[in-house]
Structure formats: C-alpha cells, structure tokens
C-alpha cells in the first residue's frame, strides 16, 4: 500500500510564494512519474507539473517559468515551489504516484496511479 501525504498550502498575497512537499510512504523501491494536479473550485482537475525518475520535466502553459517540480528519490518525495503566485492559483493541489515499484517491478508488476488527499493553496489579495 502506498500513502500519499501533501503539505505546505496556505494563504499568500498575489505575488508571493509557497512550496508543497509530498512525501510518499510503503514499502516503495522506486516511482518513474510523480505529478502535481489542481483542482480549482467549479473546475476539472488538471496537471500542473510532472517528474519521471529519468530526469524529465514538463508543465503546464499557466505556470511555466514560476513553478518548479523537483524529486528527492531517496525521501520518495516530490515538491512544487511556486513563485510569482496569481489568484488564478487558488486550488486545492493533489500529488499523484504512477508506476510505483513495491518490491516485484523485477516481475513487471507496479502499483499504479496513487493520489494523496489535496493541500489548499489560496492566493488572495
């Protein structure tokens, strides 16, 4: 079983700041993809970021250039800081595991699409 655990949403002025922190949990050897969605309220879920265990990156149009998506492979943890923070921003924001490698990835068998419960980030002025 994996756990997903979010956290360092809150309030910021437009402008400002924040870093989120997931850190995932379980008898974890290794995950190829962590992402970070958003849900705004009224809206659908979208990806913001994402991070594969090879080195690659990639974002949405909206945050390109103020967020950043980075990976502590040896913390199983995957962070978002977000700079240059918008009212357009506000979301609830949910990590998301895929691929994980709980011991029998040697058997092509992985744990897939895990989601943690969503920290609030709100940006108000």
């Known amino acids: 079983q994996v756990q997903l655990v979010e956290s360092g949403g809150g309030l910021v002025q437009p402008g400002g700041s924040l870093r989120l922190s997931c850190a995932a949990s379980?008898?974890?050897?290794?995950?190829?993809?962590m992402k970070w969605y958003r849900q705004a309220p009224g809206k659908q879920r979208e990806l913001v970021a994402g991070?594969?265990?090879?080195?690659?990156?990639n974002y949405a149009d909206s945050v390109k250039g103020r967020f950043t998506i980075s990976r502590d492979n040896a913390k199983n943890t995957v962070y978002l800081q977000m700079n240059s923070l918008k009212p357009e921003d506000t979301a609830v924001y949910y990590c998301?595991?895929?691929?994980?490698?709980?011991?029998?990835?040697?058997?092509?068998?992985?744990?897939?699409?895990?989601w943690g419960k969503g920290t609030l980030v709100t940006v108000f002025s």
């Open positions: 998301n595991a895929d691929r994980v490698d709980y011991g029998l990835g040697y058997m092509g068998i992985y744990g897939m699409d895990y």
């Open positions: 991070d594969t265990s090879g080195g690659s990156t």
């Open positions: 379980g008898s974890i050897k290794s995950i190829t993809t």
